[in-house]
């Protein structure tokens, strides 16, 4: 079975700066995708970025960068230039490419930035 | 905008209480799904439907049922509601096929059973 585990449960980070969570999985399979979600306080969840494993580029979104090592099962997010709307719970999930559209989440990450 | 509602944003309920929870979204998904997140767990499936009439179970199906009459609408019903169903319960929908898996969330139900 498939597993995703995200091993900081509370970030903390300055306005303006660099900030990386981390996310590792495991599976057997090859073909998957990887998500970020962003749950800010009282507010809807929302994709942030997404990771097709075949693909060895890593996905960008604006100030939202993935680290994707295959080999090692990693799949960490960096934003950059941190912003107060940036405070959220962050969740990674996986999603098998042969089992139609159900996402494994990992435990989340709170991250708080201050100004 | 995809849009995805729940019937209700805070739900207090008595111990063997029948409980509904709603979910409707607006952009012709054919998937959607149950979550239910716990602190320290993330999110957990509870079930899931491909299409109108039909369900799966996910990963924590005991003391739950779902149903999906209209393609629109995806219901979450807890048969005898128990403490340890106190939890925030999200929906969500996407579509089928290849590259359009990105999942969109309501904004959830904090369930309290006393």
């Known amino acids: 079975a498939q597993t995703v585990t995200q091993s900081q449960p509370e970030m903390s980070v300055q306005e303006a700066e660099t900030v990386t969570l981390s996310c590792t999985y495991d599976t057997s399979e090859n073909n998957y995708y990887l998500f970020w979600y962003k749950q800010p306080p009282s507010r809807q969840m929302i994709l942030v970025i997404r990771q097709e494993a075949y693909k060895q580029q890593n996905a960008t979104e604006n100030r939202f960068s993935v680290n994707f090592q295959k080999a090692a099962k990693s799949f960490s997010l960096k934003i950059s230039d941190s912003q107060l709307g940036d405070t959220a719970m962050y969740f990674c999930a996986f999603m098998s490419g042969n089992q139609g559209g159900k996402l494994i989440f990992g435990q989340g990450t709170e991250l708080s930035v201050k100004p | 905008d995809v849009k995805v509602t729940q019937s209700s944003r805070y739900l207090v309920k008595r111990t063997g209480e029948k409980v509904f929870l709603e979910c409707v979204q607006d952009m012709d998904h054919e998937n959607m799904f149950w979550y239910r997140q716990d602190p320290g767990l993330g999110l957990r499936l509870i079930y899931f439907s491909y299409d109108v009439k039909m369900k799966e179970k996910g990963d924590i199906p005991e003391g739950y049922s779902v149903s999906r009459e209209k393609k629109e609408r995806f219901s979450l019903i807890l048969e005898s509601a128990s403490t340890n169903q106190t939890s925030m319960y999200l929906c969500?929908?996407?579509?089928?096929?290849?590259?359009?898996?990105?999942?969109?969330f309501g904004p959830g139900t904090r369930l309290t059973v006393l």
């Open positions: 969500a929908s996407s579509f089928s096929g290849p590259g359009t898996d990105t999942q969109y």
